[in-house]
Every structure is written in structure tokens, then in C-alpha cells.
């Protein structure tokens, strides 16, 4: 198992990386998802998101489509639509993903890797923790 650290890592080109490796077979643990970023300021990155969320909330919003606020659920679909889920190697894919807000216990011990193409070079950016904290997410203690 692969474990990477998503920290100061640009969401986008991580999940295409990411994509990549779980088509071919790996199996990724991505740790400390809320550290990730994602370019342009944070006005416009939550501006998209809450977008999103009015229109889920439209006629019956028991009913859906419903969207999450976690970083780690965030990360989750931005690799996710970079697979082909139609697919049966899609979903196998998929299900041999991880991601994980955080460093959890059982990834203490494990060395840390990063995606040296997907650092983040510029000054504008915003950590996807500042995102969801925009749309109402509230980290654990």
C-alpha cells in the first residue's frame, strides 16, 4: 500500500496522479486531506462549491442530489471522476482508495511519499480545509 501525504499538494493534478496509480493496481492510503490546496482564492473556490449546494437544495431537498462539505469526501470525488466508474476496473479502482483527514494511527508508522508534480508553486491558493470550513464544516477536536 502506497501512503501519500496530501499536504500543500494541488487537489486536481494529486487526484490525476492518483487516478493513474489505482487503474494500474496500487493501493493508496491519502493522508491529511484537509492540507491540500486548490488554486485561486477562497471567495471564488466557495462560490463554486455553494453553487453547487443551491442547486441541490431546489423543489425536495430530502430527495437530493446531496453534496459533502468534508475535505475527505471532497478528495474522494475529485479522483473518483477521474475513473472510469462505468467500468468494473473503475469501481475496483475506486474501492482501493483511502483518504483520510488527518494522519490516523494506523498510518503513524508508514513512510509518507509525495507527488512531486503536484506541489503547489504559486501564492494563490487556498487550503481545501478553508473551503469546507466556508461551507459549513466544522473539524473535529
Known amino acids: 500500500m502506497t501512503t501519500i501525504n496530501a499536504e500543500n499538494l494541488i487537489l486536481g493534478k494529486l487526484a490525476t496522479n492518483v487516478a493513474k496509480r489505482l487503474i494500474s493496481g496500487e493501493t493508496i492510503a491519502i493522508a491529511n486531506a484537509e492540507k491540500s ?60 482508495l483511502k483518504v483520510y483527514s488527518g494522519l490516523p494511527m494506523e498510518l503513524k508508522d508508514r513512510n509518507l511519499k509525495t507527488v512531486p508534480d503536484a506541489k503547489c508553486k504559486s501564492d494563490r491558493f487556498v487550503y481545501l480545509e478553508e473551503v469546507c470550513k466556508h461551507l459549513g464544516y466544522e473539524a473535529k477536536a
Open 37 to 96: 490546496v486548490m488554486l485561486g482564492t477562497k471567495e471564488a473556490k466557495a462560490y463554486k462549491f455553494k453553487v453547487r449546494l443551491g442547486i441541490a437544495y431546489k423543489g425536495m431537498p430530502e430527495r437530493g442530489p446531496k453534496y459533502s462539505n468534508r475535505p475527505e469526501t471532497i478528495m474522494r470525488y475529485a479522483i473518483r471522476g477521474m475513473l472510469p466508474m462505468e467500468r468494473a476496473s473503475g469501481r475496483d479502482a475506486f474501492r482501493r
